[in-house]
């Protein structure tokens, strides 16, 4: 059975970081390219960012650009989400997904960004 499942979700202050990651099980994540999608109240899935299997090429959103870096430990099956210098409108649920249309995602994890 595919699952992957989120966490490292949180409140914090604008500007401030958080790390989130995303186990996976049930598939070759070594060979997988993965994403990182969020889905703010109100609005439509957004993709934000996917990284290839070896780990070196990475794509971001304009939006996240410069800001949120997308990561793999394919030792650990595992992805991550360094998020910094966080604004008010990266409030979303956030999932990892097994394409950029947010196909197969897992439960999400909730980042919320508020003073």
């Known amino acids: 059975e595919v699952q992957l499942v989120e966490s490292g979700g949180g409140l914090v202050q604008p500007g401030g970081s958080l790390r989130l990651s995303c186990a996976a099980s049930?598939?070759?994540?070594?060979?997988?390219?993965m994403s990182w999608v969020r889905q703010a109240p109100g609005k439509d899935l957004e993709w934000v960012s996917t990284i290839y299997s070896g780990g070196r090429t990475t794509y971001y959103a304009d939006s996240v650009k410069g800001r949120f870096t997308i990561s793999r430990d394919n030792a650990k099956n595992t992805l991550y989400l360094q998020l910094n210098s966080l604004k008010t409108e990266d409030t979303a649920m956030y999932y990892c997904?097994?394409?950029?249309?947010?196909?197969?995602r897992g439960q999400g994890t909730q980042v919320t960004v508020s003073s």
């Open positions: 049930g598939f070759s994540f070594p060979s997988a390219v």
């Open positions: 997904a097994r394409d950029p249309y947010g196909g197969g």
